[in-house]
């Protein structure tokens, strides 16, 4: 049997053909639906902050003699309870820690509803496992109480020491209540107010905003949906408050064409990641990589005197060595990459490491040769 016309050959070859055609194609937008580009616009969470004290730790608390406001904030709750302590009292809490405490309040919560809540150490305490969290107002950014937060704290970490040794798990310092706070107060919200509701786009595009509007009007009718900048889509919503829900919850439905982001390349400086969207092309460049290398080195070294000198004294001297070595570099031609596959398989021939990849894409980008925007986080 001939090996090329057997079936297995003949299904890789087509395999690869059809790879092939596929990278030759155009890039194709993706249908999705308008709630995944789009949330209306008030319709959003608050955030919420407070102060409070955990107890109940096993001689893990803040060293009171270095943070003051925890014996000043016992004794503001103690008061509360009916009991004053004197004046001179000096309070040793080793079982109690000041925290902050953080929620999100989600919209549209009412009253009697829970919430997660973090709770995060301020002081110098060296672990919250095992505490609890007495009674903590949150506070949203107008000063007004909208969650009491209370209950026993989840530290995903653990830790021990002992003759000046310590072994740590994971973070000690913060830790999370599910359902830690009561709603106590709602935040009103203008959807049910006013004639429309505008819907805000994840990202400013005015093509995803007239796509979202031509959506709207093909399934609800013209007129209903107008684009009223790159960011903005307003809705004629109907007059009784009851038939909104339903409104919204079937334009949330409706499906949409995407439109292709912008090209754009993310560079993390930091860390060395770097992230291409779909839209990243190259022109023809050239790139010469090399590396330069500099290493210094010092030696110590000990001059003595003769043993027959007289007020000769031992001296420590150092010995330093400076190397520099370039390695060769080549002039790498790298024609025009159409899709972000070409451009990725041109970067990975220069066998550069993320860290010479950051500053090869900068220069690609300063001399003109690569469309797409560079951000630097």
């Known amino acids: 049997m001939n090996p090329i016309a057997s079936p297995s050959f003949v299904m890789r070859l087509l395999s690869v053909l059809a790879l092939l055609c596929l990278s030759c194609l155009p890039l194709q937008s993706q249908a999705m639906r308008i709630k995944e580009v789009a949330a209306v616009q008030g319709v959003r969470t608050n955030q919420l902050t407070g102060f409070g004290l955990v107890v109940g730790l096993d001689g893990t608390g803040d060293q009171t003699g270095q943070m003051p406001y925890t014996t000043q904030g016992m004794n503001n709750y103690l008061q509360q309870l009916g009991l004053t302590l004197p004046a001179d009292a000096k309070l040793q809490l080793k079982n109690v820690a000041a925290v902050m405490v953080t929620a999100q309040l989600p919209p549209f919560a009412q009253p009697g509803q829970m919430i997660d809540v973090t709770v995060s150490s301020v002081g110098n305490a060296k672990s919250l496992r095992g ?89 609800m009718g013209e007129g209903v949906a107008s684009a009223v900048d790159g960011r903005t889509v307003r809705l004629v919503a109907p007059p009784d408050p ?120 900068q220069a690609i980008k300063a001399a003109g040769a690569m469309n797409a925007e560079l951000e630097v986080i």
């Open 242 to 361: 009851h038939s909104r829900v339903s409104f919204i919850a079937e334009i949330e439905e409706i499906p949409m064409e995407a439109t292709i982001p912008v090209a754009k390349v993310i560079v993390n400086s930091r860390t060395g990641s770097i992230v291409m969207n779909q839209a990243v092309t190259l022109g023809p460049c050239a790139v010469a990589h090399g590396n330069l290398s500099v290493t210094i080195s010092s030696t110590p070294m000990v001059s003595q005197p003769n043993p027959l000198s007289t007020g000769g004294q031992t001296v420590v001297t150092e010995k330093t060595d400076i190397k520099i070595s370039q390695d060769a570099g080549s002039l790498i031609q790298m024609d025009a990459a159409p899709q972000l596959s070409d451009l990725v398989r041109m970067l990975n021939g220069l066998g550069a490491t993320p860290q010479d990849l950051l500053a090869i894409l």
């Open 131 to 219: 505490g609890t969290l007495i009674t903590t107002p949150l506070k949203g950014v107008d000063g007004e109480i909208y969650a009491l937060a209370q209950g026993n704290l989840l530290v995903g970490g653990a830790g021990a020491s002992g003759g000046g040794s310590k072994v740590q798990i994971n973070h000690l310092s913060a830790g999370r209540i599910p359902g830690g706070a009561q709603v106590e107060r709602a935040v009103p919200t203008p959807f049910a107010l006013g004639p429309t509701i505008d819907l805000g786009l994840n990202s400013a595009d005015f093509q995803t905003a007239r796509r979202v509007a031509e959506a709207i009007n093909k399934r």
